[in-house]
């Protein structure tokens, strides 16, 4: 392997982390909105899914997910009218 795939490799085994990363947190969240009782269609109205992935700075755990969703809720007007409900503690 020459040094410049091995530069390469670096690089876009990088960017799959990142993608598998954004995936992961995405599909976590749906879950945790789903186990709360959340179908898909007030997700897709709000387009809340997109929104949490800009949004979230975490470690992408069920947990932590969880327990920012609050925060989120509150930043996000929109999405907090439809999901509200389904995470009032």
């Known amino acids: 392997m020459s040094w410049l ?30 186990n709360n009782g959340c179908g898909s269609r007030p997700l897709e109205q709000t387009n809340a899914v997109q929104l949490f ?3 979230y700075e975490g470690d992408g755990s069920e947990e932590d997910i969880l327990n920012s969703m609050t925060s989120f809720l509150g930043e996000h007007p929109g999405v907090n009218a439809k999901l509200t409900r389904f995470f009032k503690q």
């Open 5 to 34: 795939d091995k530069v390469k490799s670096l690089f876009s085994s990088s960017e799959s982390n990142k993608i598998e990363n954004k995936v992961n947190v995405s599909e976590v969240f749906i879950k945790i909105c789903t």
């Open 53 to 55: 992935e800009e949004w």
